[in-house]
């Protein structure tokens, strides 16, 4: 779920080989707060971690969360 923390993930960080979408991959890392609520399901090619997000990828990454953080001000008592 993008611009919110989440309590638990799992994810498979093995991408198709038809894809280089690394937002698929920081998305979910980049929601949880402590590697003890983080389980990866397989190995996976330490490569993914390593390859550049598009500029539009970052940007939208940039809004989503600064969305996300004028949501918490706004509604306050529901965070």
Do not use: N
Request: hydrophobic share 40%; proline share 4%; charged share 30%.
């Amino acid at each position: 779920s993008q611009g919110q923390t989440l309590t638990k993930v799992v994810i498979d960080l093995k991408l198709p080989k038809d894809t280089d979408d690394i937002a698929a991959v920081y998305v979910p890392l980049s929601r949880v707060k402590r590697l003890d609520d983080l389980i990866i399901l397989r190995h996976f090619d330490y490569k993914v971690f390593v390859i550049k997000p598009r500029k539009s990828q970052v940007a939208e990454m940039q809004r989503l969360d600064k969305l996300y953080m004028e949501t918490q001000m706004r509604f306050s008592e529901w965070f």
